[in-house]
């Protein structure tokens, strides 16, 4: 009977063990963040012709701006404007 017991136990604090280290979630960014990143990315990477913008960025690739928005997310809005 308590063999039995036991072997509940182990596997109990198995499971609690395995849960405790799973990674935490990633936290989403906010709305005002991700405006702001947008806009910076807007700012840095302008469009070949204004208005339309499937004509493509005048500076960098789809990319690039990728690169420089998830920086831009990294650092919490912050990012150093310097040519490349």
Same mark, same amino acid.
């Given at each position: 009977?308590?063999?039995?017991?036991?072997?509940?136990?182990?596997?109990?604090?198995?499971?609690?063990?395995?849960? /405790?280290?799973?990674? +935490?979630?990633?936290?989403?960014?906010?709305?005002?963040?991700?405006?702001?990143?947008?806009?910076?990315?807007?700012?840095?990477?302008?469009?070949?012709?204004?208005?339309?913008?499937?004509?493509?960025?005048?500076? /960098?690739?789809?990319? +690039?701006?990728?690169?420089?928005?998830?920086?831009?997310?990294?650092?919490?809005?912050?990012?150093?404007?310097?040519?490349?």
């Amino acid at each position: 009977m308590f063999a039995n017991w036991k072997s509940r136990c182990v596997l109990l604090a198995l499971i609690c063990t395995l849960f /405790g280290l799973l990674p +935490d979630r990633a936290s989403a960014i906010t709305a005002e963040l991700a405006r702001k990143c947008s806009a910076l990315t807007a700012k840095q990477f302008p469009p070949r012709e204004p208005g339309n913008p499937a004509a493509g960025s005048a500076k /960098g690739s789809g990319s +690039d701006q990728r690169a420089y928005y998830n920086k831009c997310v990294a650092n919490g809005g912050k990012v150093d404007n310097e040519p490349k």
